[in-house]
């Protein structure tokens, strides 16, 4: 969908709004693309899982990239782009690395931290004011992670660190599409960073190719897909809120895991998992209400 129809469709709506229901999609897109990077054999290396999801994610992205042609790529910020192209490549590498590797619920617990990167990144780079109400909303939707997994019953190991830098590059992947989405299209923001990721991802890969599996290159081309799904919605959530108001949407990944897991690994939710996902529902709720609200604006 273009941007002009997007404004065409979200007329007279806060632009918050807009950007919290992009956010909502993004959550439950990447939800299901770690989902099916679950299903995949262990014999599949994440250095190919990552080349195959940008190979596949592109092929699912041409059809925008032939319309724009060679324009697609005219740029002013060229340094950034190439940054956050390194940002991306290795953010989604070591979370690919992270959930194959750590039980889910683990997995996703770590990355909640998330929002706290961006959340700081965005105060010091951008200069996003946060204001104390914020802070409190952030940290009551980060106990309900805590609720779910209770992370303090399950083993620490490299993985747990490998997501956390995850976190950190991802952190500074959001803050270089916000700088961007000031002066680039959605397309060219996009454009960049599948093709020169996929391009990198594939020298790399040669080393040690395996053709996948057919189950395995069926579950690769769903995460391409969804991929590119997940990244669009990202970037025009982005084009409307700042980062620091984003952030805490991405607890919602958890809520959206529940589902998930029970379609694909017959996973039931306790108790646990839905006190805190309520948790998190009042959390997101509340900083919404708070954005849209004059005085939420006034303080925040």
Not at 10 to 38: I, Q
Not at 110 to 132: E, R
Not at 153 to 165: A, N, T
């Amino acid at each position: 969908m273009s941007e002009s129809r997007i404004t065409a469709l979200t007329e007279g709506v806060s632009p918050k709004l807009v950007g919290a229901t992009f956010m909502l999609l993004w959550a439950l897109s990447f939800s299901s693309a770690m989902a099916f990077a679950k299903t995949l054999s262990p014999e599949v290396d994440s250095l190919i899982v990552l080349f195959m999801r940008y190979f596949f994610g592109l092929i699912f992205f041409s059809p925008f990239v032939f319309q724009a042609g060679f324009k697609g790529f005219v740029t002013s910020r060229p340094i950034l782009h190439i940054t956050r192209v390194f940002c991306v490549g290795a953010a989604m590498g070591c979370t690919y690395y992270a959930y194959r590797n750590l039980p889910l619920a683990l997995a996703t617990s770590i990355g909640m931290t998330g929002p706290l990167f961006t959340t700081v990144l965005a105060m010091t780079l951008l200069k996003d004011s946060v204001s104390l109400p914020k802070w409190a909303l952030i940290i009551f939707g980060y106990l309900g992670v805590i609720v779910i997994v209770r992370p303090h019953e399950m083993p620490i190991s490299i993985g747990v660190w490998v997501e956390l830098l995850a976190n950190l590059f991802a952190a500074f992947s959001i803050i270089c599409v916000k700088l961007l989405s000031r002066t680039e299209s959605t397309l060219t923001i996009m454009l960049y960073a599948n093709t020169a990721t996929t391009f990198i991802a594939g020298l790399l890969a040669l080393s040690i190719w395996k053709t996948p599996e057919p189950q395995d290159l069926m579950a690769l081309m769903a995460i391409g897909a969804l991929g590119v799904f997940s990244q669009y919605c990202s970037v025009t959530a982005l084009r409307y809120a700042s980062p620091s108001y984003l952030a805490p949407f991405e607890y919602t990944r958890l809520i959206f895991a529940i589902p998930v897991g029970y379609l694909f690994f017959h996973e039931l939710p306790t108790l646990w998992t839905l006190f805190g996902s309520l948790m998190i529902i009042g959390a997101t709720y509340g900083l919404t209400r708070l954005e849209i609200s004059p005085q939420g604006r006034k303080i925040g």
